[in-house]
């Protein structure tokens, strides 16, 4: 399945910071590729997306500080270390939204479409590990494919409900109310909640 995905900037509430359970394997990556060791940092509470993407970037530019090494160089690191993490088409369009700092739509294979989205304020609430599809068909497809590009003109209640709906169809997972929404987050399902909804 290659749907689009809606990314976008997001500032993120968090009570809690420790070192990622993913360091350890990125920290060797760097070594393999700059024969230097990142230090040590602490990243808050977020979705795994967000949280590899910031940690990541943070750290390469605190050595790229220590090596001298470029803007370009850092982001060309981070591209080879990101494929051998995890193997995903959405880094290039994770990093092509945090070096532009524009939100976009992205498909593998094709160019990110800058769309015109605020910035986002999220709370992670929990995460569940994603379970085999319970039912899919065409339709479901075409539906989930759908409502990223309309969310990208504007993200509403509908759209919301809509998406959330389809986390419940395909995984059993149920929303709470209020402003909560079921996202992607890799090899799991992360509830999120929209602090500043209506205004993004």
Do not use: C
């Not at 379970?131 to 509403?156: E, N, Q």
């Not at 059993?172 to 909640?193: A, C, H, M, Y």
Request: proline content about 7%; glycine content about 6%; charged content about 20%.
């Amino acid at each position: 399945m290659n749907n689009p995905l809606l990314i976008v900037p997001a500032r993120f509430v968090y009570s809690t910071s420790s070192t990622p359970w993913w360091w350890d394997r990125f920290a060797e990556l760097v070594i393999e590729a700059t024969g230097f060791s990142p230090k040590p940092l602490l990243v808050g509470d977020m979705p795994l997306v967000s949280q590899y993407a910031l940690g990541s970037l943070i750290a390469m530019r605190n050595l790229g500080k220590r090596l001298s090494l470029s803007e370009d160089e850092i982001w060309e690191t981070l591209e080879l270390i990101d494929s051998t993490m995890f193997e995903s088409y959405v880094w290039k369009g994770v990093r092509y939204m945090q070096r532009t700092g524009t939100p976009i739509l992205y498909r593998n294979l094709e160019d990110p479409v800058p769309v015109k989205l605020g910035h986002f304020f999220i709370r992670k609430i929990m995460s569940f590990p994603i379970s085999t599809p319970r039912f899919m068909d065409g339709s479901l497809t075409h539906l989930a494919g759908l409502i990223p590009v309309y969310m990208a003109d504007k993200v509403t209640d509908d759209l919301v409900d809509a998406e959330n709906g389809l986390w419940k169809i395909l995984h059993g997972l149920t929303t709470p109310p209020g402003n909560f929404k079921w996202v992607w987050d890799l090899r799991w399902s992360t509830l999120i909640e929209l602090l500043n909804w209506g205004v993004a």
